[in-house]
């Protein structure tokens, strides 16, 4: 019997977007080996003929232009989670820092079947479900992750050790039945901890907040649209549809400084900074940090009854008419 753990998680930015990349793929730290939820069409229901049983003529399955959703969880690592930011704004590592940017201007990015070129992870990726047994492994082309979430408990929690949900889909026909791809490369031990952020710990304005934990989401929705090819594959990929949304929560103690966030709560003022990193000059932070430069608006606070009384600190950031909206260094 095959061990569970032994069933692994890889991806690989593509060079040709919609065809599978399996050279020297990426494992991921994941909690726990995965299936695609995919919506299928399968009708069997009773048609026309004799007695009052559906017919095997009457079945009809079919999976060509249909929606696959992997959603991984796992430890982030300095290695993979880049990548999956990458992916997840579909724009580049920027510079002073070096962080992951969502520009005030962000428009949808366009991915035709076929292109080529792919430098970096802005574009398709493939994944690999890796099985111990012989030629059982799935292996997944066209990929985009289209919601990731960031998120650490408190330092009692593994030391605030950060973790990682991806959500990746594809309207690609997957490969099933498939040999493990070789010469897979191991991830690293190199983690991310929420006790990076030793010089700023400003959170909508209050500064020098006391934080047991957070959880940053981007949530880029997109349309894979069209269909050609004899499995259906999607013609065109299109990121940001309608609204590339970045929201946080951060739990924050309850403190005359904190009480501010309260005292904001509702008056529409979207001004807001919040800034965690270990350096009091966001341009030379490193390591792990976040940004929300200057539009965050609270969504809403809520009470969280811990030890102490600590607040829940939602907030949507939103873009000004220059500049970034958030920036990320991972």
């Not at 999956?84 to 962000?106: C, G, R």
């Not at 992870?121 to 047994?133: D, G, I, V």
């Not at 940053?216 to 929705?221: E, K, L």
């Amino acid at each position: 019997m095959a061990n569970p753990k032994a069933y692994q998680v890889a991806l690989q930015k593509e060079t040709v977007a919609g065809t599978f990349n399996g050279t020297t793929m990426q494992l991921y730290n994941a909690d726990s080996y995965i299936l695609p939820d995919s919506e299928i069409v399968i009708m069997n229901d009773l048609r026309q003929g004799v007695g009052s049983i559906a017919k095997t003529v009457d079945n009809f399955e079919c999976q060509k232009g249909v929606l696959k959703t992997y959603v991984i969880n796992g430890i982030a690592d300095t290695t993979t989670l880049p990548f999956l930011l990458e992916n997840a704004l579909s724009i580049a590592i920027s510079t002073s820092p070096a962080s992951f940017d969502a520009p005030f201007n962000y428009t949808s990015p366009s991915i035709d079947h076929g292109d080529t070129g792919h430098a970096n992870w802005t574009k398709t990726f493939s994944l690999a479900l890796a099985s111990p047994l012989s030629n059982t492994s799935i292996l997944q082309p066209g990929c985009i992750c289209t919601n990731l979430v960031i998120s650490a408990g408190g330092i009692g929690e593994e030391n605030a050790r950060v973790k990682f949900s991806a959500t990746i889909q594809s309207r690609y026909i997957e490969t099933r039945n498939s040999a493990i791809p070789t010469s897979m490369a191991a991830y690293t031990n190199a983690f991310y901890y929420a006790s990076q952020f030793t010089a700023k710990k400003t959170v909508a304005d209050a500064a020098d907040s006391i934080i047991d934990g957070f959880s940053f989401t981007i949530d880029n929705p997109t349309a894979f649209n069209g269909f050609q090819g004899a499995s259906g594959d999607p013609e065109n990929i299109e990121r940001g549809v309608n609204e590339l949304v970045i929201t946080s929560t951060i739990t924050v103690k309850h403190t005359t400084a904190t009480d501010v966030i309260i005292q904001q709560y509702g008056d529409q003022d979207s001004g807001k900074i919040t800034e965690l990193s270990n350096n009091a000059t966001w341009a030379s932070a490193t390591g792990f940090g976040f940004r929300g430069v200057d539009g965050a608006v609270i969504s809403e606070p809520a009470v969280n009854e811990k030890s102490s009384m600590y607040l829940d600190i939602e907030q949507k950031y939103l873009a000004n008419t220059s500049g970034d909206a958030i920036q990320i260094i991972a």
